[in-house]
């Protein structure tokens, strides 16, 4: 097979963005995951295929590179492929283009391929033998190692909500970048727009648990903790974020 770049279009509606007018982080990352599952049925591993041999796929990290968000009514493209073929797993990666054509946002994403019922890792290779890559990256990246708070300087405290859950029956991967910005401060988040993350999932989230992000702010980077509380204390995932101020 000819593999080629997966693209779509999108045109940025109101109900898309934050009070800044930009596209929220949190549907940047439902547009990938949509993208992601349209180019691998397309391919013919889609999610139903995929569920039909008892697999899934589970995110380990993502790393985006952003030179400014989209904005309100702008339309954007977006072009997605995987990238690499790993043993247990894949990378995949994403390209997003202002209106003008510049790119503005570069990403990567790593996943594993699960025996669903099972949850373990299987090889990637001898359960879906027409894989195939597209040896090109959006972002240069091997998902650095996020370390461990040093202290705690904001905690903020929630519930996990019905909508935060996915068909998976878990935290969606997009709500944890949601929780992270959020514990940030107000006034901080409207005066600065996100210029990197990385993300590690090292957990699952499930509805209903009580959760606790844990934030270490250094100027213009803020590391976050995510863990459940008052129970089954476990860490569900490390947000790294670089920030930068916000232009009129």
């Given amino acids: 097979m000819d593999l080629k770049k997966y693209a779509n279009e999108y045109n940025i509606r109101s109900y898309e963005c934050?009070?800044?007018n930009n596209l929220r982080i949190l549907t940047l990352m439902n547009i990938f995951q949509d993208m992601a599952d349209a180019n691998a049925s397309q391919l013919g591993l889609g999610l139903d295929y995929c569920l039909s041999k008892g697999l899934a796929w589970v995110g380990s990290n993502y790393a985006l590179d952003i030179t400014r968000l989209p904005r309100l009514h702008e339309t954007i493209r977006i072009e997605t492929w995987p990238a690499v073929e790993k043993r247990l797993g894949a990378i995949r990666d994403y390209e997003v283009f202002g209106e003008n054509g510049e790119s503005i946002i570069r990403a990567s994403s790593q996943w594993i391929l699960i025996n669903f019922a099972k949850k373990r890792p299987v090889g990637l290779r001898e359960n879906l033998l027409e894989y195939t890559v597209l040896p090109e990256r959006a972002l240069d990246?091997?998902?650095?190692?996020?370390g461990e708070i040093e202290r705690i300087d904001e905690r903020f405290k929630f519930r996990v909500r019905f909508d935060d859950i996915d068909l998976n029956k878990h935290v969606n991967n997009a709500v944890y970048v949601l929780w992270a910005t959020e514990a940030v401060e107000a006034d901080f988040r409207l005066s600065h727009n996100p210029r990197k993350i990385d993300i590690v999932f090292k957990k699952e989230g499930y509805m209903g648990e009580k959760i606790t992000v844990l934030t270490q702010h250094d100027g213009l980077k803020t590391?976050?903790?995510?863990r459940t509380y008052d129970g089954d204390e476990r860490e569900l995932a490390r947000v790294s974020i670089e920030?930068?101020?916000r232009q009129a």
């Avoid at 990246?141 to 996020?146: D, L, M």
């Avoid at 590391?223 to 995510?226: D, E, G, N, P, V």
């Fill in 223 to 226: 590391l976050h903790s995510i």
């Fill in 18 to 20: 934050d009070r800044n």
């Fill in 243 to 245: 920030w930068e101020e």
């Fill in 141 to 146: 990246t091997e998902f650095p190692k996020i």
